[in-house]
């Protein structure tokens, strides 16, 4: 099964394909919707199996690259801060216990949303780390009334950037700083397979190379005053995700029942691949919004 014959939101997102499903051989990239996109993004990452295999914070770099961003932003304690797409919210967490400031996460899955508003509660912390539905192409805060914004491997998801990059530049404050790690990309050379929405989902089909981001952050309005490469956490975390399947497969963990190994393994080597030919990286961005 091509990706896209999985419908968003039906039983195989794409991200963990299910066995008996394989992707015809060179599936040809094909346009999703901007609505069939999102939906699935939601979807996928809000599934146990997907917790299982990325751990508590979904994207590379983990808890090290949420505070190297955290301090690039020079948060401090009292600071309104937005996460958009915010996950399961491990990284609005950190930057709440370890800068002191309060965060608002905001993201397309329902449940994800639920269950990281469950934790703050859980941990006495509702006052300090919320979180909302919404979408990041139509944020729902007034205009200048955050004083950051973070958000982590998702921009490069969003189908339509340049409207995403401009909600956040409205909502940040004069002279507030957005900050952004994420894929980077080589476009034209991204194999055919992983140019699907499993690929889109999985943050390679639409990421785009730095200075592509750079542009769409300043045609927002926002001057970019740092960048930096992160490749290498990027390698270690599809490593990992290897790793981890092979294990699961090993130990036919349930909630991984029903998925295609041998494809999501594929699709695992062929993103290696690509971040060893440096087709693929990571990187952190920081942007300012004058004041
Ligand atoms: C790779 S996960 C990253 C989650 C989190 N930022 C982290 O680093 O742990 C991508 C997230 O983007 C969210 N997402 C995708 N498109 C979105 C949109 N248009 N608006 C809000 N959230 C979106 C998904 O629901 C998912 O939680």
Redesign the pocket.
């Known amino acids: 099964m091509s990706a896209l014959s999985s419908p968003a939101g039906g039983p195989n997102p794409g991200l963990l394909p299910e066995a008996g499903s394989p992707p015809p051989p060179g599936a040809v990239a094909t346009e999703p919707s901007p609505d069939q996109v999102?939906l699935c993004?939601?979807r996928t990452?809000?599934r146990d199996a997907v917790a299982l295999i990325l751990g508590d914070?979904?994207?590379p770099g983990g808890l090290d690259l949420t505070r190297r961003l955290g301090r690039s932003l020079e948060l401090r304690t009292g600071q309104r801060v937005l996460?958009?797409?915010?996950?399961?919210g491990?990284?609005a967490f950190l930057l709440a216990a370890e800068f002191g400031v309060n965060v608002e996460g905001?993201?397309?899955?329902e449940e994800?949303v639920a269950k990281a508003n469950a934790r703050a509660a859980a941990e006495g912390l509702a006052e300090q780390v919320r979180f909302s539905v919404?979408?990041?192409?139509r944020l729902p805060l007034e205009d200048s009334s955050v004083d950051a914004i973070v958000?982590?491997?998702?921009f490069c998801?969003?189908p339509d950037k340049p409207t995403?990059a401009a909600e956040m530049a409205r909502v940040l404050r004069p002279g507030g700083r957005l900050g952004i790690t994420d894929v980077v990309l080589d476009p034209s050379r991204l194999h055919a397979e992983l140019q699907t929405l499993a690929g889109w989902v999985a943050?390679l089909a639409d990421a785009r190379p730095l200075d592509e981001y750079a542009e769409l952050l300043a045609a927002a309005g926002l001057r970019v005053t740092m960048t930096e490469s992160h490749d290498t956490a990027l390698a270690k975390m599809i490593d990992q995700i290897d790793a981890r399947l092979v294990a699961f497969r090993m130990a036919a963990a349930p909630a991984l029942a029903g998925v295609d190994f041998d494809v999501a393994r594929q699709r695992t080597a062929l993103a290696a691949e690509a971040v060893r030919d440096g087709i693929a990286g990571y990187a952190l961005l920081v942007a300012e919004k004058p004041a």
């Open positions: 999102k993004c939601a990452y809000q914070s979904y994207h996460d958009v797409a915010s996950g399961p491990t990284t905001v993201d397309l899955g994800a919404g979408d990041a192409e958000c982590e491997c998702a998801t969003f995403a943050c």
